[in-house]
Nanobody
Framework: QVQLVESGGGLAQAGGSLRLSCAASGRTFSDSAMGWFRQVPGKEREFVAA????????YYADSVKGRFTISRDNAGNTVYLQMNSLKPEDTAVYYC?????????????????WGQGTQVTVSS
């Protein structure tokens, strides 16, 4: 079992930045690939970014590539999502997720553990 708690969401202006954090506890954090997903009301949850257990491999959705950066601190059991050049269409609830595996993957169904989510709102 892995418990995940997101923080760092809030309100930002278009062009601004936010950094999300996800604190993990439970099974060995460093064994798990991690991902960030987001969801807006009425739409399916979508992939944002993923990182391998070591941090050596990362994947990004095309919509955030070049603006968002995923990273992890295995010693601190935390994964981050640095979001720059925010756009109103980035507004969503952002979820942290962990896989039962070490390789990063963009597919939502491969993630077994989820946090409760944190709201990000970007005003124009």
């Amino acid at each position: 079992q892995v418990q995940l708690v997101e923080s760092g969401g809030g309100l930002a202006q278009a062009g601004g930045s936010l950094r999300l954090s996800c604190a993990a506890s439970g099974r060995t954090f460093s064994d798990s690939a991690m991902g960030w997903f987001r969801q807006v009301p009425g739409k399916e949850r979508e992939f944002v970014a993923a990182i391998s257990w070591s941090g050596s491999s990362t994947y990004y959705a095309d919509s955030v590539k070049g603006r968002f950066t995923i990273s992890r601190d295995n010693a601190g059991n935390t994964v981050y999502l640095q979001m720059n050049s925010l756009k109103p269409e980035d507004t969503a609830v952002y979820y942290c997720a962990a896989r039962d595996g070490s390789r990063a993957h963009p597919l939502l169904g491969t993630y077994a553990y989820w946090g409760q989510g944190t709201q990000v709102t970007v005003s124009s």
